[in-house]
């Protein structure tokens, strides 16, 4: 009973470590995200009073005496003459449909949000190798012959710990927003694909361990289809350790 509650505090603490470390992470992002718009509307401010501003008593005057004193001639005198009014040709001139000018602002917001989503992902993913690696490490020395020890106990807890932080960082993988038409480049493609390796094995990982925990608890040895969990624990954390450096380290 002890040594069971023993394990839920120590699962406790450490998934209080790991939230901590993930506002911190966190926390520079949203904040970066806030001055840049409050930066974007103060700008637009002093913009839009230029505009509203009232012309000088000067230039109106100036103006007025331009007008007085130009001369008028009749307009059938150049009946074929081009316009002397210039105009700037428009989006529309230029090929460009209001739906294609419009969509361009959707378009860079649905970009931004994948970036700051994507690079959250990033961020998740390195710190879910700490626990992961040290989960691995821990993996030889957590058999034993006795029902429970501290560094089988210390096994379990990590284990728990980086299955939690996987599923935020998949979270915001598969959340991030897809922009249509756009190509993956070769480390994109080689990281997606190690996905479909690390994804079910952090889903086979913990159950096979699972069954393996109570098993020596039990008394017995590991035996039966929980023998491959460290198997596939190491090929689980492999492909995770390959995804990250291939979109971390420039080949």
């Known amino acids: 009973m002890?040594?069971?509650?023993?394990?839920?505090?120590?699962?406790?603490?450490?998934?209080?470590i790991a939230l901590t470390a993930l506002g911190l992470t966190l926390a520079p992002l949203l904040s970066f995200a806030q001055a840049a718009e409050t930066s974007t509307s103060q700008e637009a401010q002093p913009a839009a009073q230029d505009q509203n501003a009232s012309p000088k008593p000067q230039?109106?005057?100036?103006?007025?005496?331009?007008s007085q004193n130009k001369p008028t001639t009749p307009p059938d005198d150049l009946p074929n003459a081009p316009s002397s009014s210039k105009t700037e040709p428009s989006l529309e001139d230029l090929g460009f449909s209001a739906s294609q000018s419009q969509g361009d602002a959707k378009q860079q917001a649905l970009?931004?949000?994948?970036?700051?989503m994507l690079k959250i992902h990033q961020r998740m993913g390195l710190i879910t190798t700490i626990p992961l690696v040290a989960t691995v490490i821990l993996g030889p020395g957590s058999g034993g012959k006795s029902e429970g020890t501290a560094v089988r106990d210390l096994h379990v807890?990590?284990?728990?710990?980086?299955?939690?932080?996987?599923?935020?960082?998949?979270?915001?993988?598969?959340?991030?927003?897809?922009?249509?038409?756009?190509?993956?480049?070769?480390?994109?493609?080689?990281?997606?694909?190690?996905?479909w390796i690390h994804g079910p094995g952090m889903i086979l990982t913990p159950i096979l361990g699972a069954m393996a925990?109570?098993?020596?608890?039990?008394?017995?040895k590991v035996h039966g289809i929980a023998q491959a969990h460290g198997p596939v624990a190491i090929v689980t954390a492999g492909a995770f350790g390959a995804a990250l450096l291939s979109v971390?380290?420039?080949f």
């Open 2 to 16: 002890s040594r069971g509650l023993g394990i839920v505090v120590t699962m406790i603490r450490l998934r209080f």
């Open 59 to 66: 230039d109106q005057n100036a103006a007025q005496s331009g």
């Open 111 to 116: 970009l931004d949000k994948r970036t700051h």
């Open 157 to 195: 807890a990590l284990g728990s710990l980086t299955g939690d932080l996987y599923g935020i960082t998949a979270y915001y993988a598969i959340r991030a927003p897809r922009i249509p038409g756009t190509k993956k480049r070769g480390p994109i493609k080689f990281h997606e694909a190690m996905a």
């Open 213 to 220: 925990f109570s098993q020596k608890n039990n008394g017995e």
């Open 248 to 250: 971390s380290v420039k």
